[in-house]
């Protein structure tokens, strides 16, 4: 596409459909004249875009494709030049940021209040068998040190006048999408037409992102300033961990890596002898089948080797699609059992054994965790 | 052969993949493309200018022919394909299937005044204007009007 709008091609617009010049071998000139001579030489041409072919001043044109159904495909025909507009055009409106979406984030949400206390255990123990929401957001919010710049800019995303001013200049400007004028048309004009109209698309669909983005900041009205500002604080950095679990974003905005810390723990092997492993990460993912891994650099029985995100030898646990809350649960659990109690010093079971074998051939030692 | 090894061997036959043949607007269109040829070179192929063009022929030169990969198909600008239909039209004889540059489309015509029944291999090997040279060579002073070549029979074996 950009290489047909930088060429210095001549185009003949139509009722909303761009003409290209007619490329020819003698089949197609047959065709060509076939088509013309079917038509009756005097006939009148009527602008209605049902002509297959125009003939402008000595030039003949071919219809190809639909002015609007190219605006509107555009994300998908140049994805990076979408892209570069897009940004510019939020920049504009200063709507950049992922703030709004973080809120309406079902994983997420899943995470914090129905993973997180699965394994969260406070002092007193959870009261009743499943904390609301409220409990649950003060007891991370009093669990994280969130920085102060956080729970200002909670004060400003609760403040909604800036955000329905931008959407009363947003009314006031909304460019209507007009075709370009019928007739002969450069490749440069066409280019310029098409910047305007994916402008204005753009702006549409923000129009509605920011008509949402209200919605829900007038929903969230009645909520504690530092519960936006957890929010806000996980929009940005995209993990927390508290007393030993924890969740990271994936470079998709809505997938995250779930994990639970091992702690030390000891292993002994076929002669008794205790070997004390470091604490580890064990992780599953929400994009995909829930087989737990530990993220770090790591070695251990169950481990095919010494690198980081090796998965855990161990029965899958069977899913479908992508992962419930239940699953990974039982996952993780499952997982870490597997490093902690899983390795029987009698059967040497796993990749390797601790000791060394009558038949030893030398891949992953664990001399140096002997206590 | 029996029925079924009769029916074998003409399935085989029909699956047979064959190489698409590339027609000659193809192979006119890339030259003129690939040179950027315009209306000036009707003016060559105009009959009394080519046959100009052709005493030309002094020094007897042996010319490679030049290998060209020609796509499967070609699709022309307006001009180009005007331009194409009038080169068409003026070297109408089937040694133009086997040009592959401007001189040979030029030398086609009077080609195929000296001998319209050279045999394929040697268009495919051989430049034009070798086979010219070969040709008047042959009849011994070449065509009416046209200055006889260079002296010598010249061996085309390769």
């Known amino acids: 596409m950009r290489r047909l709008l930088d060429s210095n091609l001549v185009f003949f617009i139509e009722s909303d459909f761009v003409y290209m010049p007619l490329l020819l071998d003698p089949s197609i000139d047959r065709e060509a004249r076939a088509l013309s001579e079917a038509r009756g030489p005097t006939r009148k041409r009527a602008p209605t875009g049902e002509n297959i072919i125009i003939r402008q001043d000595g030039m003949q044109f071919v219809k190809t494709f639909n002015l609007f159904s190219l605006v509107n495909n555009f994300k998908a025909i140049n994805a990076h030049e979408y892209h570069r507009m897009r940004e510019a055009c939020l920049h504009q409106y200063r709507l950049n940021g992922d703030a709004d979406n973080v809120f309406g984030d079902e994983m997420l949400n899943r995470i914090l209040f129905l993973i997180l206390p699965h394994f969260i255990k406070t002092s007193r123990g959870w009261q009743r068998s499943r904390p609301s929401r409220e409990e649950l957001l003060d007891f991370i919010v009093s669990k994280i040190d969130i920085p102060p710049k956080y729970v200002a800019d909670a004060a400003a995303f609760l403040d909604l006048q800036p955000l329905e001013n931008i959407l009363k200049s947003m009314d006031d400007q909304k460019p209507a999408l007009q075709p370009p004028a019928g007739g002969v048309l450069t490749s440069s004009e066409l280019s310029a037409w098409l910047q305007e109209a994916v402008q204005a698309n753009i702006l549409t669909s923000e129009y509605a992102r920011l008509s949402r983005a209200l919605k829900l900041r007038r929903q969230l009205l009645r909520a504690k300033p530092e519960h936006i500002a957890l929010f806000l604080y996980i929009a940005d950095f995209g993990s927390i961990e508290i007393a030993g679990f924890g969740f990271a974003r994936m470079k998709s905005p809505r997938d995250y890596l779930v994990y639970k810390r091992t702690g030390e723990y000891v292993l002994k092997d076929y002669y008794g002898r205790p070997y004390l492993f470091p604490d580890c990460r064990v992780a599953v993912s929400t994009y995909a089948p829930a087989r737990p891994f530990v993220m770090e650099k790591y070695k251990h029985p169950f481990l095919r080797g010494y690198q980081s995100n090796q998965e855990i030898c161990m029965k899958p646990v069977e899913t479908s699609g992508k992962p419930s809350p239940e699953t990974i649960i039982r996952s993780l659990e499952e997982g870490i059992t597997a490093l902690r109690y899983g390795y029987d010093p009698r059967r040497r079971n796993g990749y390797h054994s601790l000791d060394k074998t009558y038949i030893y051939i030398p891949t992953i030692t664990f001399e140096e965790y002997r206590i | ?158």
């Open chain 2, 1 to 158: 052969m029996d029925l079924l090894q009769s029916i074998k061997s003409k399935r085989a036959k029909q699956k047979k993949k064959d190489p698409v043949a590339r027609d000659v607007f193809t192979r006119v269109g890339w030259i003129v493309r690939q040179n950027g040829l315009d209306e000036g070179f009707l003016r060559m192929l105009d009959p009394a200018a080519n046959d100009a063009w052709q005493t030309r022929l002094g020094a007897a030169r042996v010319r490679l022919k030049t290998r060209t990969e020609l796509p499967l198909f070609f699709l022309a600008t307006q001009e180009e394909y005007r331009l194409i239909r009038a080169i068409l039209r003026a070297v109408d004889n089937p040694y133009l299937e086997f040009a592959n540059t401007p001189d040979e489309i030029l030398w086609c015509r009077y080609l195929f005044r000296l001998n319209p029944a050279i045999p394929q291999d040697r268009l495919i090997r051989f430049h034009f204007e070798t086979l010219v040279l070969h040709e008047q060579d042959k009849v011994g002073g070449g065509l009416a009007g046209v200055p006889p070549p260079g002296t010598g029979k010249r061996n085309l074996s390769p």
